[in-house]
Nanobody, 122 residues
Framework: QEQWVESGGGLVQTGGSLRLSCATS????????TGWFRQAPGKERELVAV????????RYADSVKGRFIISRDNAKNTMYLQMNSLKPEDTAVYYC???????????????WGQGTQVTVSS
């Protein structure tokens, strides 16, 4: 059975940095496009960034471009999200997920993790 374990969340001040990790098991990680999504209280879940399984092509939400960096290590079955210059509006539960093809559409993603809380204080 596939498992996703997100880690690295926490409380940080405005302007600070965090690095999220998503470790997987039970599936062939290198076969999937993977992505980070987030959901703030009272809001719908939204795309943060996705990365193609083959050439590492990426897509970012406009709100995080230039501040966040998504990466993956297929040998370690792990995906990362380096978050810099954090803002209070980045506060959310962050989820990792996988898709069978390169897409930015949330319904195309499955194998969701349990989420990790990121809180940015002002």
């Amino acid at each position: 059975q596939e498992q996703w374990v997100e880690s690295g969340g926490g409380l940080v001040q405005t302007g600070g940095s965090l690095r999220l990790s998503c470790a997987t098991s039970g599936l062939t990680f290198s076969s999937y496009t993977t992505g980070w999504f987030r959901q703030a209280p009272g809001k719908e879940r939204e795309l943060v960034a996705v990365i193609r399984r083959t050439d590492g092509s990426t897509r970012y939400a406009d709100s995080v471009k230039g501040r966040f960096i998504i990466s993956r290590d297929n040998a370690k079955n792990t995906m990362y999200l380096q978050m810099n210059s954090l803002k209070p509006e980045d506060t959310a539960v962050y989820y990792c997920a996988a898709a069978n093809f390169f897409t930015v559409l949330e319904p195309d993603y499955h194998y969701w993790g349990q989420g990790t809380q990121v809180t940015v204080s002002s």
